[in-house]
C-alpha cells in the first residue's frame, strides 16, 4: 500500500489543522450554550459576502471555493458519517431519485463542487441507476472542477461540469434532473428563493435545498473551522505563490465571509413561507428534515401516482423504503 500519496498528505495535514479547531470549539460550548439561549433562530442580516461582489477579483472568488472544497474533503474524510445515519443527506436523496426515476444531479451554484461531488459518489452506491453530477455556477470555476475530476480518477464519466453559466433561477431545458443547491440557498434573498422554487416547480424537477441552521453553534463553529481550514490549504499548496500573496487578504475577506453567511441562515418556518408563495407548490410534496445541531434538508418532488413520498416526514419515508 502506498503510504505517500496526495490523498493521504491532504488527510494528514488537515487533521493536524484540525485538532486546535476542535479543542477551541469545544473549550467555546459552554459560551456556546449560553448565547445560544438568545439567538431567535432565524436569519439574522442580509449583508452582502464579499466574494459574491462583481468587482471582487476572480482569484479571491477561486481561493475561497477552494477552501470550501478542502473543507468538505475534511468532513467527508476526517468526519465521516455512519451509514446508518437518518440524518446524511444521500439517505434521504437516494429514496427521492429512486421514486422520481432520476438518472441526473443538476448541482446548482456548486462553487468549488466538493461537497457535491463528495456526496453524489455516496450517493451513486445506494442508487445503481443515478449515472452523472453536473457540476454548474453562474461563475464556473473549470480549473477547480477539473481537479476534482483528476483527483478521483473519473476522467468525466461520472463527473461533468458546464462551462457556460447557469442562472439558479432559470436553469436551462436541456439540464434535466434533480436540482441539488448544497450550503448556497443562504446567498438569496428570499424573492431569489422563491424564484428558483419557482423554477423547479414550472419545469417538473425535483429540487434539493441543504443548507445550515441560524443558531450560535453554526457560527462559532463554521468561522473556527473555516479559519484553520484555509491555513491547511496554504500548507498543502505551498508551491502557489498567488496563494501565499493573497493569503492575509483571502484570510480577511474568508472570516468576514464566514461570519456574514453563518448569519444569513434561514430557518424552516421562513422556508415553509417561501414556498406557500410559488404557484402550483401543492403540485409537490415538501419534505423538512432537521440535521441537529448545524443543518437541515428540504427536497421538494412532484407528486408521483404510487410514490411513497406523499408524506411529510423523512423518519416516514426512510422506514417505508
Keep these: 500500500m502506498t503510504i505517500c500519496t496526495y490523498h493521504n498528505a491532504k488527510l494528514l495535514i488537515n487533521t493536524i489543522f484540525i485538532i486546535p479547531a476542535v479543542l477551541i470549539c469545544i473549550i467555546s460550548f459552554p459560551f456556546c450554550y449560553i448565547l445560544n439561549l438568545f439567538h431567535p433562530k432565524k436569519r439574522l442580516v442580509t449583508w452582502y459576502e464579499i466574494h459574491d461582489l462583481d468587482w471582487c477579483p ?4 477561486h481561493c475561497i471555493q477552494d477552501m470550501l472544497t478542502n473543507y468538505h474533503f475534511c468532513l467527508h474524510y476526517i ?18 431519485v429512486k421514486n422520481c426515476n432520476v438518472t441526473k444531479i443538476i448541482a446548482l451554484c456548486s462553487g468549488g463542487g466538493g461537497n457535491e461531488v463528495f456526496n453524489f459518489l455516496r450517493l451513486k452506491e445506494k442508487v445503481n441507476h443515478l449515472d452523472s453530477i453536473i457540476l454548474t455556477d453562474l461563475k464556473p470555476n473549470v480549473n477547480r472542477w477539473k481537479t476534482l475530476i483528476n483527483d ?3 476522467q468525466g464519466k461520472h463527473i461533468k461540469y458546464s462551462t457556460t453559466p447557469v442562472d439558479a433561477t432559470n436553469v436551462p431545458k436541456k439540464l434535466g434532473g434533480l436540482r441539488w443547491l448544497s450550503c448556497c440557498f443562504h446567498h438569496f434573498e428570499e424573492d431569489l428563493c422563491i424564484r428558483i422554487f419557482q423554477s423547479a ?3 417538473n424537477q425535483p429540487i434539493v435545498i441543504v443548507d445550515g441552521k441560524p443558531n450560535v453553534y453554526t457560527i462559532v463553529v463554521t468561522v473556527v473551522m473555516m479559519f484553520f481550514v484555509h491555513l491547511a490549504l496554504v500548507c ?3 508551491w502557489r505563490i498567488d496563494r501565499l500573496l493573497c493569503f492575509p487578504f483571502v484570510e480577511i475577506m474568508n472570516l468576514h465571509d ?9 430557518n424552516i418556518s ?3 413561507t417561501m414556498i406557500s408563495k410559488v404557484k402550483n407548490s401543492s403540485n409537490y410534496n415538501w419534505i423538512f428534515n432537521e440535521r441537529k445541531p448545524f443543518g437541515h434538508i428540504l427536497i421538494g418532488s412532484p407528486k408521483l401516482p404510487h410514490s411513497k413520498l406523499g408524506g411529510a416526514d423523512a423518519n416516514t419515508i426512510l422506514s417505508e423504503n
Aim: net charge negative.
Design 201 to 203: 416547480v414550472d419545469d
Design 79 to 96: 468526519f465521516p458519517r455512519p451509514a446508518n445515519d437518518i440524518n446524511d443527506p444521500t439517505n434521504i436523496l437516494s429514496t427521492v
Design 58 to 61: 476572480t482569484i479571491f472568488c
Design 236 to 238: 498543502l499548496e505551498f
Design 152 to 154: 478521483f480518477n473519473d
Design 258 to 266: 464566514t461570519t456574514v453567511s453563518s448569519l444569513r441562515y434561514y
Design 270 to 272: 421562513q422556508l415553509r
